[in-house]
């Protein structure tokens, strides 16, 4: 077996180990989330320790679990909580350094591998026991119903739908305001524009692609309308030589071409974007330049003004104004990545990325705009309430669990871009802030 051919086999066993682990700390998130609040548990350093919420799972940077509530002795904390396979994690991943874990109130783990003097830096200690009768009995991903269960199946599929709607409006009128508010500040068009980049990044990206905006805003407009494509793929840093890969013909062609526009127009030689590659390939950073490059090409610098004309034509579409924002590209709807060629085409920026587009930022920037022009309309407000349903998420799936368990018509309830955005109002002005505890809810004691 040759050197080459270890290395492989050292490499899958490393990736193999990693997703293992990274799978168990997925499970022990689970077994946290439905962790029994109606019993007392021991921790190591012999603390008596009540989960009274475990709070609210977090799937983007910062500690697992944001707003769990406990009681550690006789105190009463709230705060984040962090999951580790192994207390050493904490060490490993860097946590120790980083500031958005200092307030972390229980570190939960299922293996204790650190001496005392290390443990003691760290926040409290819960040691998963996976022998423990009360947790390994626990359903792994299933969440118990809240209180607002029975208020709501009490009600008829209308009543609910107009609650949820009702809320859903409440969270657009909220957006709108806080676009105003940078409006202002910066500008209709330009404030629009930036929150197009940051939404094409999607969560992964949305700091790299704010970068590329500004990188981009610093060239004079005319080389910015005539080499658009080129400023993006140079400034993003993403763009390869043409000899460093095994590129397509097609592809050595599109890279030479932006090599040879950019070279000539560059303001200066600057560190590439620190960019991320979680999550689909379809959705690599590749993909999404070309989505943004795809818009400007388009919309220019002032979509509110072009988005506007097909948004106040008297029969506009739902489909119509989807399909004005879905974009192709002959080269990229058939890559991954400069090297890495797809099975079947895909669009740089499909129909559900388009319909979320149009819910969070063009027509709340719409209605934001027509405000301060102090010529506000509910055009923008009405085509928003009869979206089709955005894709579900953690929030509204969590939601479902929670107060429609046993509803005879949770679909119909959740059905439409207003409900589901309703859904994610609710559950963050009062499930959150009440870090899910039912007994401290407004909304519930309102009823």
């Known amino acids: 077996m040759s050197i080459e051919q270890t290395n492989h086999i050292v490499e899958d066993n490393h990736r ?71 207390t050493s994690d904490w060490y490993a991943h860097g946590h120790h350094h980083d500031p958005a874990y200092q307030q972390v109130i229980l570190h939960v783990t299922a293996i204790n591998d650190l001496p005392p003097e290390k443990l003691s830096a760290l926040p409290p200690l819960f040691v998963i026991n996976p022998k423990d009768a009360d947790i390994a009995n626990v359903e792994v991903g299933k969440l118990r119903p809240g209180k607002c269960a029975a208020f709501f199946s009490g009600l008829e599929t209308t009543q609910v739908t107009a609650i949820l709607k009702a809320a859903g409006i409440e969270r657009f009128r909220h957006k709108s305001n806080a676009i105003m508010r940078r409006m202002i500040t910066d500008g209709a068009e330009s404030t629009c524009l930036q929150m197009i980049f940051e939404a094409v990044g999607y969560k992964n990206n949305r700091q790299p692609f704010t970068e590329l905006f500004q990188r981009f805003c610093e060239y004079d407009a005319d080389l910015r309308q005539k080499f658009t494509a080129a400023i993006i793929w140079g400034e993003s840093g993403l763009l390869p030589e043409t000899t460093t890969g095994d590129f397509t013909p097609e592809m050595s062609s599109f890279i030479e071409q932006r090599w040879q526009e950019w070279w000539q127009i560059r303001i200066s030689a600057r560190p590439g974007i620190d960019w991320k590659r979680t999550g689909r390939p379809v959705n690599s950073p590749e993909r999404r330049i070309t989505a943004i490059v795809s818009f400007l090409q388009q919309y220019g610098e002032t979509p509110l003004a072009k988005f506007a004309t097909e948004l106040n034509h008297d029969s506009v579409k739902i489909e119509h104004l989807l399909k004005t924002i879905t974009f192709h590209d002959q080269l990229w709807d058939n890559y991954s990545c400069f090297t890495g060629k797809r099975s079947k085409p895909a669009a740089v920026l499909g129909r559900s990325s388009a319909l979320e587009l149009l819910v969070n930022v063009l027509l709340p920037a719409m209605d934001a705009a027509g405000k301060i022009d102090k010529k506000p309309t509910d055009t923008a407000l009405n085509v928003w309430c009869n979206l089709p349903s955005t894709q579900h998420n953690r929030i509204t799936r969590d939601a479902a669990a929670r107060w429609f368990p046993q509803h005879r018509n949770a679909g119909k309830i959740m059905n439409g871009t207003a409900a589901r955005q309703g859904i994610i109002h609710l559950s963050r002005e009062f499930c959150e802030k009440c870090c899910g505890a039912c007994d401290a809810c407004l909304l519930y004691n309102s009823t």
């Open 16 to 86: 193999q180990l990693a997703e293992t682990v990274k799978l168990y700390e997925v499970q022990l998130q689970n077994v946290w989330n439905s962790i029994p609040t109606d019993r007392t548990f021991i921790t190591p350093d012999k603390q008596s320790l009540k989960v009274l919420t475990p709070g609210t799972w977090n799937f983007e940077a910062g500690p697992d679990f944001k707003n769990a509530q406990i009681k550690l002795n006789d105190k009463i904390v709230t705060g984040p909580v962090e999951i580790h396979t192994r």
